[in-house]
């Protein structure tokens, strides 16, 4: 699976949209993207995945460049409850096909 | 939909002793559960792939002696941790997958184990 590259952290104003940057340079034409986030003494949740196309849902949206070499997850109405770490995951969307988490990116929301 | 359960959530254990940690998909059916640990601060290590009916496959450098894994239904995987010491102290967390749905994984609350 191709490696990812995430900020360490980040801050955002409550109420304002978090974009979260993943670089994902080595990406295999057949590797989605995969966002998940756990916040502090919880399991993942997962959020959102899309291979080349924008994709959007109830919790966020991910925008893919056309080169598919990097992607932004946006929260767009950032809340407290939203701080937690958020890990991009490249992969092959394949029926027991694990999951290799990076460092990911501590977001905190602040009032 | 998609609910994974752990128990117990925390544990706390004499150090010799063994642990045994149980990972179920509360509404659907996984052929494939995997198996995590996690130290304070750092990112989820994946320790093993667990298969329904067979060998878990565990990753390079976990001992698969002392973290024995059992799949016997479609359901429930178990994770057991044997002659227990306080350096497998760490956040253990499953994962499933929707077998012949959506390939997103669905991860489990977490089981927090101390040994003393």
């Known amino acids: 699976d191709a490696k990812t590259t995430q900020p360490p952290s980040m801050d955002c104003a409550e109420g304002r949209a978090a974009n979260l940057p993943c670089n994902h340079s080595?990406?295999?034409?057949?590797?989605?993207v995969y966002w998940y986030r756990q916040i502090h003494s919880q399991g993942p949740q997962y959020i959102i995945h899309?291979?080349?196309n924008n994709e959007t849902n109830e919790m966020a949206s991910l925008i893919i460049t056309e080169d598919r070499k990097s992607s932004t997850l946006i929260l767009p109405h950032a809340t407290l409850r939203d701080t937690a770490v958020y890990y991009c995951?490249?992969?092959?969307?394949?029926?027991?096909?694990?999951?290799?988490f990076g460092a990911g990116t501590i977001l905190r929301v602040k009032s | 939909g998609a609910v994974v359960s752990q128990h117990p959530s925390r544990v706390i254990c004499k150090s010799g002793t063994s642990v045994k940690i149980e990972c179920r998909s509360l509404?659907?059916?996984?052929?494939?559960m995997f198996w995590y640990r996690q130290f304070p601060k750092k990112s989820l290590m994946l320790m093993a792939t667990?298969?329904?009916?067979?060998?878990?496959?565990?990753e390079q450098g976990v001992e698969k002696d002392k973290f024995l894994i059992n799949h016997a239904s479609l359901t429930l995987s178990t994770l057991t941790v044997t002659s227990a010491h306080p350096e497998d102290s760490s956040f253990y967390i499953c994962?499933?997958?929707?077998?012949?749905?959506?390939?997103?994984?669905?991860f489990g609350p977490g089981t927090r184990l101390t040994v003393t």
């Open positions: 994962s499933a997958g929707v077998a012949g749905g959506r390939y997103e994984q669905y």
């Open positions: 509404d659907f059916q996984a052929t494939t």
């Open positions: 899309g291979l080349k």
């Open positions: 080595t990406i295999s034409g057949n590797e989605y």
């Open positions: 995951i490249v992969r092959v969307m394949e029926y027991g096909n694990k999951l290799v």
């Open positions: 667990s298969n329904e009916g067979s060998k878990a496959t565990y």
